[in-house]
């Protein structure tokens, strides 16, 4: 069967280390798969496909591919909700680029959040973790289900004086509110600085690396920027061991090239 292959005596088949990871049937070799994985994890703001493809020596193709299985391996299974103990849980939504499909016709960019992407975060304070979502509208029936699902009952919740945090919140040991249309942004501890912090770096990788994504694909660039928050070097992680981890990741996750009704991203 000749080297990097075995043999299964049930099936009867033959297979290599690649079965069930995100390399299988990729054709690019093992130790520049460690390396993308390297430069992705190590890379504070993201490591475009353009760069990759240099760096690497491989097709944009294959690039943009890889950096979008490497997001799929960086991606939490079954995470746990944020805020046990009675942490605190910064809750906020920002918006990202432009959906054209949403714009009148004929009506040109303008400066409101309808026709941007829509993102909800949460920034668990204490255990430094972020978990971010592609979300439809800024209404509490949306909201409020996905707060209860990423936060136990004894968490802190804070976030500004959007009334969609209102009602959800009394179900929470304690709801803190910043006003920030009258000029609060701290009080006590009650703040949304920390997940502020996280978005300018999610917006800066966004708009100075990738500067485009299309809303099929933005979830995983979340699961990127959430990994690299997640295990940052202020949490004790080091671009070493949080390589491992993004490896660690790979296994039992598939993604093929191309998905029915995807459009390739530019990266």
Same mark, same amino acid.
């Given at each position: *069967?000749?080297? +990097?292959?075995?043999?299964?005596?049930?099936?009867? %088949?033959?297979?290599?280390?690649?079965? +069930?990871?995100?390399?299988?049937?990729?054709?690019?070799?093992?130790?520049?798969?460690?390396?993308?994985?390297?430069?992705?994890?190590?890379?504070?703001?993201?490591? #475009?496909?353009?760069?990759?493809?240099?760096?690497?020596?491989?097709?944009?193709?294959?690039?943009?591919?890889?950096?979008?299985?490497?997001?799929?391996?960086?991606?939490?299974?079954?995470?746990?909700p944020l805020g046990s103990g009675g942490g605190a849980v910064e809750v906020? @939504?920002t918006f990202i680029g432009y959906d054209e499909t949403k714009k009148p016709? !004929?009506?040109?960019?303008?400066? !409101?959040?309808?026709?941007?992407?829509?993102?909800? #975060?949460?920034?668990?304070?204490?255990? %430094?973790?972020?978990?971010?979502?592609?979300?439809?509208?800024?209404?509490?029936?949306?909201?409020?289900?996905?707060?209860?699902?990423?936060?136990?009952? @004894?968490?802190?919740?804070?976030?500004?004086?959007?009334?969609?945090?209102?009602?959800? !919140?009394? @179900?929470?040991?304690?709801?803190?509110?910043?006003?920030?249309?009258?000029?609060?942004?701290?009080? %006590?501890?009650?703040?949304?600085?920390?997940?502020?912090?996280?978005?300018?770096?999610?917006?800066? !990788? *966004?708009?100075?690396?990738?500067?485009?994504?299309?809303?099929?694909?933005?979830?995983?660039?979340?699961?990127?920027?959430?990994?690299?928050?997640?295990?940052?070097?202020?949490?004790?992680?080091?671009?070493?061991?949080?390589?491992?981890?993004?490896?660690?990741?790979?296994? +039992?996750?598939?993604?093929?090239?191309?998905?029915?009704? @995807?459009?390739?991203?530019?990266?």
């Open positions: *069967m000749g080297p +990097g292959w075995y043999y299964c005596p049930d099936c009867r %088949g033959k297979f290599t280390i690649r079965v +069930g990871t995100v390399y299988e049937r990729s054709h690019i070799p093992l130790h520049k798969w460690l390396l993308g994985f390297r430069l992705m994890a190590s890379s504070k703001k993201g490591m #475009s496909a353009h760069q990759l493809h240099r760096t690497l020596g491989i097709t944009y193709k294959s690039a943009w591919f890889m950096c979008h299985r490497i997001r799929e391996a960086m991606k939490e299974d079954s995470p746990e906020d @939504e016709r !004929g009506q040109k960019k303008g400066r !409101g959040y309808h026709h941007k992407h829509k993102v909800l #975060s949460l920034v668990d304070r204490d255990s %430094g973790q972020a978990r971010s979502m592609v979300i439809n509208d800024l209404k509490a029936n949306t909201l409020a289900p996905l707060v209860r699902e990423n936060l136990v009952r @004894e968490a802190r919740l804070m976030t500004d004086e959007a009334a969609y945090y209102t009602k959800v !919140g009394r @179900e929470f040991a304690e709801h803190g509110i910043v006003h920030h249309g009258r000029g609060e942004y701290v009080r %006590g501890d009650i703040h949304t600085n920390t997940i502020e912090g996280y978005f300018s770096i999610f917006k800066r !990788g *966004m708009k100075g690396v990738y500067q485009h994504c299309g809303e099929q694909h933005l979830q995983r660039y979340l699961n990127e920027f959430d990994f690299r928050y997640s295990n940052r070097s202020a949490l004790g992680i080091e671009d070493a061991e949080r390589t491992t981890l993004a490896l660690k990741g790979a296994e +039992g996750k598939r993604l093929t090239y191309r998905r029915p009704n @995807e459009r390739r991203a530019t990266a």
